[in-house]
């Protein structure tokens, strides 16, 4: 049986979690709605989480969870007939994701492709799951390289742990029985390239992503006010622009400006299953972060 990738440590002892069960609720979070203080080992693709310090501890990270987190919903209500999840021996798994800035402090967002199984059309950042033995930051490098083709030179950039999500795809129990669940750890890569010097480095792989752009504090903050999950926005600017400039890629390989209507950025997740492009809830998370830090 493979390691567990997410332990817990209740009791003064490390556990892992099994699939079906809500991190937040296990680490007492899931009382209000977050984000929740959690004291963090960031281990060799491992991943352990206290609501206490602990030795080995190397960050204290605010941990969130949609507020229609399906664990949290099968947590409070008996499983109905016929419902059936993963088997007990599968746990939670262990993902990163790349918050990248310029250093002229925009970050980059990519957006799945439409054929892709899980979340497509959705906005976030490069990310994916850490390997068996893999140190996280490698692991954020190698995905951020493997979708947007960006290698940063060793020295030319910093990094600090932003925050932890925890991901259930389908999103919510109305679009059906969730089928993954991870504990996303967001890293802030901050390059000591321009957004231009980047732009001019990037090759997407078509096979993930479909498009790209690169946002600017203001709009991040309009996109990040939508993150509570609710069918309606917070208060938004009156003079955010009509649409955000993207670069698009064509079926042929090459690629095209693209205006991307500033309303996709702000949808917010809908009640049933629906494809329709926006950028999802943990990278709404994850900008809000950003955005503290950049404020620090």
Same mark, same amino acid.
């Given at each position: 049986m493979a390691a567990a990738r997410v332990l817990l440590l209740l009791s003064g002892r490390p556990e892992s979690v099994s699939f079906a069960q809500s991190v937040c609720g296990l680490l007492s979070a899931g009382s209000g709605l977050g984000p929740w203080p959690t004291h963090c080992g960031l281990r060799r693709g491992q991943l352990v989480l206290s609501d206490k310090p602990f030795p080995g501890a190397s %960050? @204290?990270?605010?941990?969130? @969870?949609?507020?229609?987190?399906?664990? %949290?919903?099968?947590?409070?209500?008996p499983r109905a007939p016929g419902v059936e999840l993963p088997p007990n021996g599968r746990g939670v798994d262990l993902g990163v994701a790349v918050i990248l800035q310029s250093s002229d402090q =925009? #970050?980059?967002l990519t957006r799945r492709t439409s054929t892709l199984n899980?979340?497509? &059309? *959705?906005?976030?950042?490069?990310?994916? &799951?850490?390997?068996p033995d893999e140190e996280l930051l490698?692991?954020?490098?190698?995905? *951020?390289?493997?979708?947007? /083709?960006?290698?940063?030179?060793?020295?030319?950039?910093?990094?600090?742990?932003? /925050?932890l999500w925890e991901s259930a795809y389908p999103p919510k129990l109305s679009w059906g029985i969730p089928k993954y669940h991870h504990i996303v *750890?967001?890293?802030?890569? +901050?390059?000591?390239?321009?957004?231009?010097q980047l732009q001019a480095r990037i090759q997407p792989n078509? /096979?993930? #992503?479909?498009?790209?752009?690169?946002?600017?504090?203001? +709009? %991040?903050?309009?996109?990040a006010a939508t993150e509570d999950g609710t069918e309606t926005p917070k208060h938004l600017p009156p003079d955010l622009p009509s649409s955000v400039p993207a670069v698009e890629l064509k079926e042929n390989g090459g690629a095209q400006p693209l205006a991307l209507p500033t309303s996709t950025l702000?949808? =917010? =997740?809908? %009640?049933?299953?629906?494809?329709r492009e926006r950028v999802s809830t943990g990278t709404k998370f994850a900008l809000t972060l950003w955005l503290q830090h950049l404020g620090r």
């Open positions: %960050a @204290r990270l605010p941990l969130q @969870r949609p507020p229609f987190c399906p664990f %949290a919903a099968l947590d409070q209500q =925009t #970050v980059l899980v979340s497509p &059309n *959705l906005w976030v950042p490069p990310g994916g &799951n850490v390997e490698d692991g954020g490098l190698r995905e *951020l390289w493997e979708e947007s /083709g960006l290698q940063l030179p060793q020295g030319q950039f910093s990094w600090v742990p932003l /925050g *750890l967001y890293l802030l890569v +901050i390059s000591q390239e321009s957004q231009q078509a /096979g993930e #992503v479909s498009a790209f752009m690169w946002l600017g504090p203001d +709009i %991040a903050a309009a996109v702000l949808r =917010t =997740t809908p %009640a049933m299953a629906d494809s």
